[in-house]
T-cell receptor, first 111, second 115 residues
Framework: GQNIDQPTEMTATEGAIVQINCTYQ??????LFWYQQHAGEAPTFLSY????GLEEKGRFSSFLSRSKGYSYLLLKELQMKDSASYLC????????????FGAGTILRVKS | DSGVTQTPKHLITATGQRVTLRCSPR?????VYWYQQSLDQGLQFLIQ???????AKGNILERFSAQQFPDLHSELNLSSLELGDSALYFC??????????????FGSGTQLSVL
């Protein structure tokens, strides 16, 4: 099975940079996704990593280290609309390549 | 709009009843996933279908069942409902290749309230 850990909550200031960490344990790692979810809404895709390194996409970047079972999502130039839950999800080739989500990190952006 | 359609948006029912949640994937997507999200838990993977066949199973209760039809829409059936089944149920789709880097597109969910 999988074990995915993220901080429960984080608070940051508008315009700042925040890093949300995710650690995972799985025997059949086959990719890591980050999703954003506003309260009561559907999750939306942010980024995907399968190889080690940094993937940059505008204000959002995601990093992966497979040997450490570690990823982070970096959000720059924070805006109030970035207040949401950020979900780390791991695809596991054992058991049909299912995508398993962590509990999510609630990010609060204050002015 | 993700292109994934879920109906109904809200469902209120009583304990012991049975309900059916419906999902239409994005045009061209062959994979359908069902997730349950409760207030105190994250997204819990229930089951995945690919082109009509079950591909992966999560912590889906025996009282729950699902299927994917030839037109690729999927239904999640929940029976003998209990208060604890109250949750937001999401359907997601990906594809058409069924490859591992395909991102999931989520529907807007069905909010189930069991009274």
């Amino acid at each position: 099975g999988q074990n995915i850990d993220q901080p429960t909550e984080m608070t940051a200031t508008e315009g700042a940079i925040v890093q949300i960490n995710c650690t995972y344990q799985t025997s059949g790692f086959n990719g890591l996704f980050w999703y954003q979810q506003h309260a009561g809404e559907a999750p939306t895709f942010l980024s995907y990593n399968v190889l080690d390194g940094l993937e940059e996409k505008g204000r959002f970047s995601s990093f992966l280290s497979r040997s450490k079972g570690y990823s982070y999502l970096l959000l720059k130039e924070l805006q109030m609309k970035d207040s949401a839950s950020y979900l780390c999800a791991v695809r596991d080739r054992n058991g049909g390549n299912k995508l398993v989500f962590g509990a999510g990190t609630i990010l609060r952006v204050k002015s | 709009d993700s292109g994934v359609t879920q109906t109904p948006k809200h469902l209120i029912t009583a304990t012991g009843q049975r309900v059916t949640l419906r999902c239409s994937p994005r045009s061209g997507d062959l994979s359908v996933y069902w997730y349950q999200q409760s207030l105190d838990q994250g997204l819990q993977f229930l089951i995945q279908y690919y082109n009509g066949e079950e591909r992966a199973k999560g912590n889906i209760l025996e009282r729950f069942s699902a299927q994917q039809f030839p037109d690729l829409h999927s239904e999640l059936n929940l029976s003998s409902l209990e208060l604890g089944d109250s949750a937001l149920y999401f359907c997601a789709s990906s594809g058409p290749q069924g490859t591992t880097n395909e991102k999931l597109f989520f529907g807007s969910g069905t909010q189930l309230s069991v009274l």
